[in-house]
């Protein structure tokens, strides 16, 4: 099983990026994203639980809500984070996962991605 993140960047504050998580060797029901900053521990980002194609729960965390927002591309088994209005404050590496719980909880994911980097400039 392996997760391949990618997409991040150096972007202004205000810009977008577009984050992906292609899923092999399996195919997952619940995903979420993570980030981390210098200094600074693991932090929930999103978290979305699918059947098919079908959404059935997704969760944010405050500071990205009505920003970023995550969606999974069944055919693909690829799971994108879409983030707009980026600020300097999400700045970090990535980092997606995935597993059997839906869950905000880092360590309650079973497999992760290699993380990829978001630089937002002021």
């Known amino acids: 099983v392996q997760l391949q993140a990618s997409g991040g960047g150096l972007v202004q504050a205000g810009g977008s990026l577009r984050l992906s998580c292609a899923a092999s060797g399996r195919t997952f029901i619940n995903y979420g994203w993570f980030r981390q900053a210098p200094g600074k521990e693991r932090e929930f980002v999103a978290a979305g639980s699918w059947s098919g194609g079908i959404t059935y729960y997704a969760d944010y965390a405050e500071s990205v809500k009505g920003r970023f927002t995550i969606s999974r591309d069944h055919a693909k088994n690829t799971v994108w984070l879409q983030m707009n209005a980026l600020k300097p404050g999400d700045t970090g590496v990535y980092y997606c996962?995935?597993?059997?719980?839906?869950?905000?909880?880092?360590?309650?994911?079973?497999?992760w991605g290699q993380g990829t980097q978001v630089t937002v400039s002021s």
């Open positions: 996962a995935a597993g059997m719980t839906r869950t905000t909880w880092p360590h309650r994911y079973d497999y």
